[in-house]
């Protein structure tokens, strides 16, 4: 399967139980939920935008495909984490001041954000209830290790914050940082479906580490895409990372890399007002020209092998393992 085939098998498979959680929030909070997750307008009638990209409910599903269970053990463990997932998006769109995504309004942008920030914790305080319906031991445990990650991700958010206030950020405070924000959970949902299956812990461990380490490069890619993706493709304006004056991982290479790029990166990024396109395209000509793309794209193929080797171990299927394999590529080869 390719990988959008895979993401698309779990789909079918998590979705329903996802619009089912979802649809028991009330109407006040179930309508931007159901925004965001692009099953809905605004006004309520139903939408043809679409939801994201699945990836953590598809490593849910694969990972108890991957202890020898059906993927059906996994959904609510992939229904929670996706939950998880969407509860940041929304604020963190808030947070940044970002006003499109997917390819249209944010939820505060059309919603405002009040009701932003309350169907963000609807979302937030649903995963929970979805994973603890039926409080099994192996419930219980997929739980503890979902909050886990979800102080690591809210960590990894804060530090991101704290970034504004520091005229340089190092290449591994940048890694660290994101490690948090993205890895903690990406390595919950690699790993929550063999934690429901009962797997054993060594091999928990193990497909946690490859989620950590595919988290690495997918925000490898994410920071790649911030500043050269294609709007059209990532539903975001162009140099958007750049707008807001993120210092992600490209820029934490320049910022920090003793060139005469560091000096006129950071003039750009000090300048008072907002920036305007041509300060945008200059940073990340700038960018560019000092390596600082290179850089990101190494780590990222760097992190998908750090990733798969952490699969070495496992006695997985070898039609699962394929699959795991395929979509952890085809997560670092995507253009959105």
Known sequence: MSGPEILERARRLVEP????AVDGLCGELGLPARYHLGWAEADGSPSTVGAGKGLRPALAVLSAEAVGSPGEVAVPGAVAVELVHNFSLIHDDIIDGDLERRHRATVWAAFGTDDAIISGDALHNLAFQVLLGEPTPERVAATARLARATSAMLAGQAADMAFDDLPVVSLDDC????????????????????????????????????????GLAFQAVDDVLGIWGDPAMTGKAAGNDLRERKKSMPVAVVLTGGSGGAEDLAAIYDQPGDLSDGDVARAAGIIEAAGGRERTDFEAASRLESALASLGALEIPAEVDAEIRGLARFVVERSF
Do not use: P
């Open 17 to 20: 139980a996802m619009v089912a």
């Open 175 to 214: 890694l660290a940082m994101e490690a948090d924000k993205t890895g903690a959970l990406l390595g919950c949902a690699a790993s929550i479906g063999a934690v429901l299956a009962g797997a054993a812990q060594t091999t928990v461990d193990a497909l946690d580490s490859f989620g950590r380490e595919l």
